[in-house]
């Protein structure tokens, strides 16, 4: 299986910036697929960004250039720079892998979800 860990969230003062950051373990053979996704109270769950490992990127439309998407392949790692954040960035930032583990004779292809970090945006 794999694990996803997030680290990052913070509370910090509309306009400010943050790093987050997510490291990927267990028996992986690839990773397709990283990504950032938020829920905020009494909301669903939704896309932030992906990036693929070949470099392409998808961004929501909300995020308007503020956040920027990198990925680490080596270190199985995602990171995702905020910049100008809004009161309504707040949220559970959840990370995303969509990877291919090894079973031995199977190498299934999954979807994984880190447990979530709290970014607050508030003065």
């Known amino acids: 299986q794999v694990r996803l860990m997030e680290s990052g969230g913070d509370l910090v003062r509309p306009g400010g910036s943050l790093r987050l950051s997510c490291s990927a373990s267990?028996?992986?053979?690839?990773?397709?697929?990283m990504g950032w996704y938020r829920q905020a109270p009494e909301k669903q769950r939704e896309l932030v960004a992906t990036i693929h490992s070949g470099g392409y990127t998808r961004y929501a439309d909300f995020v308007e250039g503020r956040f920027t998407i990198s990925r680490d392949g080596a270190k199985n790692s995602v990171y995702l720079q905020m910049i100008s954040v809004k009161p309504e960035d707040t949220a559970v930032y959840y990370c995303?892998?969509?990877?291919?583990?090894?079973?031995?004779?199977?190498?299934?292809?999954?979807?994984?979800w880190g447990q979530g970090t709290q970014v607050t945006v508030s003065s």
């Open positions: 267990g028996s992986i053979v690839s990773i397709n697929t």
């Open positions: 995303y892998a969509h990877a291919t583990i090894d079973l031995g004779s199977r190498h299934p292809t999954n979807e994984y």
